[in-house]
Structure formats: C-alpha cells, structure tokens
C-alpha cells in the first residue's frame, strides 16, 4: 500500500496569514497519462470530509481561489494564501492513484 | 442537487453484522461509483472500497476483504455496506462518498455511526 505522511499534524495560524501543509507519498502518483493522483480533503468540525483540491493542482467546485495545490511525483503541498475563521479543521491528503486509496494521518489546522 | 443520505446509527455486539444504506439523488445513479471510508473515534480516514452502482462491480481494500459486502439496488438509487463479524475496533463513522473519475470523492454522506459494543 502507498503509504502517505502529512506535515505538519498540527497547524497554529493567524488570520490573513497563509499556510502551508505539506504531504508525501512512499511512491510517485504520477500517471503515465501526466496527471498526479492526489487529493485534498478538509474535514471541519463536526462535518464530513469535503473536497478541496483533485489531481494535485485543480480546486473542486465552489472551492475559494485562497486555496491551491502544487507538487509532483512524491511530494506535494497545500495552500491558503490568507486564512480565514472558517478554515479550521483537520486536512487530508489522499492518494487515488491505486486501490486501497490511503490518507495521510491529517493536519489540524487551528486559529 | 446532489445528495447522499445514509441510514441511522447502529449499535451492534461482538460478532454480529451491521448493514449501512446510502440513498444517492439529485444525479444519474448508474453513473459515479460509491465509496466507503470510516473513520474511528478521534483517527483519521480509512478507505474501505468501492462499487461500481452501474455493473454492481467491487473493489474492497484488502484488510477488509472477506468481511464488507457492498451491494447496490438500482431502483431505489441505494448502496448498502455490510460489515460482518464485528470488532469493538469496528467503531466508527461509517461515511459514502461519490466518486467522480479521477477527480476525487465530490460529495460525502453526513455519516453513520456503527458502535461495537457487547
């Protein structure tokens, strides 16, 4: 199974501040068709998981443009350029490239 | 709009089964796969499977293989997974989640709680 590492697990921001989670994969999620199959979720409290970022770098509907994702091969990244109240939670990452999809432990992000 | 409601919390013993329905509307049931994937007490997300709601194709995630059963009926737009022989580490909210091809699980059941408990 691939295995995926988030870091931090633990995030304290400031409001209008960015953020940066970082996360990792035992092997590359480059497709041989060039997109990279990895996954944003945020998990809110209280709340299911929602959708953020798919294929590395491309923001879900509905998605603020605050949020972005980046990375290849191995290691990828997520952003918030200026973080908001409403942005607290716990962040996943998530490989799709093979089953079983496997999540990174999560990042809780707190304000 | 599209919308996945699941069925009520559970509380089972020790080695029973538990059977977790997902109703699907708000777009063509035949057309995305349904996904599971749990998350225990206070830990992170596991994913279970899938299945396919259109052929009723699955794919288990091999840990539990042997022991999840999904199963669809296409004519009320509903996925059921079952889970048997039950362990107090079965605890867990038990959420479905659309998948779209490639590009991740869209949208998630509000989740059922499975208590293991004897």
């Known amino acids: 199974d691939i295995v995926m590492t988030q870091s931090p697990l633990s995030l304290p921001v400031t409001p209008g501040e960015p953020a940066s989670i970082s996360c990792r994969s035992s092997?590359?999620?480059?497709?041989?068709?060039?997109?990279?199959?990895l996954d944003w979720y945020l998990q809110k409290p209280g709340q299911s998981p929602q959708l953020l970022v798919y294929?590395?770098?491309n923001r879900a509907s509905g998605v603020p443009d605050r949020f972005s994702g980046s990375g290849s091969g191995t290691e990828y990244t997520l952003r918030i350029s200026r973080v908001e109240a409403e942005d607290v939670g716990v962040y996943y990452c998530?490989?799709?490239?093979?089953?079983?999809?496997?999540f990174g432990q999560g990042t809780k992000l707190e304000i | 709009q599209v919308q996945l409601v699941q069925s009520g919390a559970e509380v089972k013993k020790p080695g029973a089964s538990v059977k977790v329905s997902c109703k699907a509307s708000?777009?063509?049931?035949?057309?995305?796969?349904i996904d599971w994937v749990r998350q225990a007490p206070g830990q992170g997300l596991e994913w279970m499977g899938w299945?396919?709601?259109?052929?009723?194709?699955?794919n288990y995630a091999q840990k539990f293989q042997g022991r999840v059963t999904m199963t669809r009926d296409t004519s009320i737009s509903t996925v059921y997974m079952e889970l048997s022989r039950l362990r107090y580490d079965d605890t867990a909210i038990y959420y479905c989640?659309?998948?779209?091809?490639?590009?991740?699980?869209?949208?998630w059941g509000r989740g059922t709680l499975v208590a293991v408990s004897s």
């Open positions: 989640a659309r998948e779209i091809a490639v590009a991740g699980l869209d949208h």
């Open positions: 294929l590395g770098s």
């Open positions: 092997q590359s999620l480059l497709h041989r068709n060039g997109d990279n199959y």
């Open positions: 708000g777009y063509t049931f035949s057309g995305h796969y």
């Open positions: 998530m490989q799709a490239l093979q089953t079983p999809y496997t």
């Open positions: 299945i396919n709601p259109n052929s009723g194709g699955t």
